[in-house]
């Protein structure tokens, strides 16, 4: 199933714009089970702190938050020009993404396992299909595949287990009318992804799950908008953790159109708009917009916060949280920043680089990379509780 090699090839995994699809299907095998699940359908009231947000200090001084170790992969890409990052952990191997366009039609994806130990690449999976959206649970990787279809974009979502060898296809579907092709978000104990349901006058959108625990496909909420009437709600993204599914929907109704971030348990609701990216922790939410950060209480006698960036037109995302209080968060792409909101601080992680990734977290340790686009380093850092 695995094939050394002390070379990879290609380039960036680049993320592929897609339409909508009449006719998805949900794909299991027989191991897997499928079963709705029941959403409260109680309205959420809107979360609004009771007191003035509170802006962050900056600090000049870098913070150290663990013991930090880097790996040069520049070997296994000589004479290319690369950008990957990692993508999952598990048992202190590093698995990602890389992904090459041969030609005008056709492309090369390629999922890797790199082992600090060894210091050895292992292919995963190869795919003449675009692989997106890599992450994991325990002791499964998942991915999307797409490539061109005749009336759209056609896709799968796949599990494998590290373990075994395993691998299983769990969803499928062609995408079509200009919506995007699902991507995957993961918490502790499940994988998460949007369907686009889309005819010419209608979009259907269905939230699913898959519970590694319990080897089940769930189907969560339904979403639906009527194009011609610009009438109903279109999830647009959505962040799953253990604190909660938080969702990003446009609601249409007589020509007017509201956006607003909701938590699915009704702990959170508030109207939005600029949104970058977001994150949903156990007492906040982060957002982030053009020039500025906010985390936002989730107890309306906290305080909300505020972190304004030197440059207006500078953005943030990947929003990491640590614990209740600590997170971590990258300003343009070129630094990760570190927030402690019990001490009202924001630090500098990292330095100024080239290209800094998004970074991931997963079971306490930290991974990013920072490539210049010929050489490439990945970062980890164990955490300190």
């Known amino acids: 199933m695995y094939t050394k090699t002390a070379f990879a090839v290609a380039t960036l995994a680049l993320a ?5 699809t009449n006719d998805t299907a949900s794909v299991t095998k027989n191991s897997l089970g499928v079963k709705a699940e029941a959403v409260s359908t109680a309205p959420a009231t809107p979360v609004s702190s009771e007191h003035k947000p509170v802006a962050l200090s900056k600090k000049e001084d870098f913070v150290s938050i663990g013991t930090q170790k880097s790996y040069n992969l520049s070997s296994f890409f000589v004479g290319q020009s690369i950008q990957i990052a990692p993508e999952y952990l598990y048992e202190h191997d590093i698995y990602y993404t890389h992904f090459i366009q041969t030609n005008e039609n056709k492309v090369n994806s390629t999922i890797y396992r790199y082992s600090p130990g060894s210091n050895t690449n292992e292919v995963i999976e190869t795919s003449d299909q675009t692989i997106a959206s890599l992450t994991g649970v325990s002791h499964y990787l998942f991915w999307v595949a797409s490539a061109p279809a005749e009336d759209g ?11 075994n060898g395993k691998q299983d296809m769990l969803d499928r579907g062609v995408s079509r009318f200009d919506a995007s092709i699902p991507m995957l978000d ?4 499940r994988v998460s992804w ?3 349901d889309a005819t010419a006058k209608k979009t ?4 699913k799950s898959f519970d590694v625990a319990a080897d089940t496909i769930i189907v969560h909420e339904q979403y639906d908008l009527s194009k011609g009437k610009q009438d109903g709600i279109l999830p647009f993204d959505f962040r799953l953790g253990d604190a909660g599914r938080l969702i990003h929907t446009s609601t249409f109704k007589d020509g007017t159109k509201t956006s607003r971030l909701a938590s699915d348990d009704g702990r959170f609701q508030r109207p939005i708009g600029g949104l970058i990216d977001f994150e949903y922790g156990t007492d906040y939410v982060a957002i982030g917009e053009e020039g500025y950060a906010a985390f936002l209480t989730l107890d309306s006698k906290e305080s909300d916060f505020t972190y304004e960036l030197s440059d207006r037109h500078s953005t943030v995302d990947a929003f990491r949280f640590l ?5 971590i968060f990258r300003e343009n792409t070129s630094q990760l920043l570190y927030a402690d909101l019990t001490r009202r601080t924001v630090a500098p992680l990292t330095g100024m680089e080239d290209t800094t990734s998004k970074p991931i977290y997963v079971n306490g340790t930290i991974a990013y990379s920072v490539t210049d686009g010929q050489g490439v380093t990945f970062h980890v850092i164990d955490v300190k509780p």
């Open 204 to 207: 259907t959108t269905l939230m």
């Open 323 to 327: 614990s209740r209080d600590r997170l």
């Open 194 to 196: 949007l369907i686009h």
């Open 153 to 163: 974009i056609a896709w799968t979502i796949h599990s494998f287990n590290l373990k």
């Open 186 to 189: 993961a918490s502790t104990t």
């Open 16 to 20: 592929i714009t897609s339409g909508c």
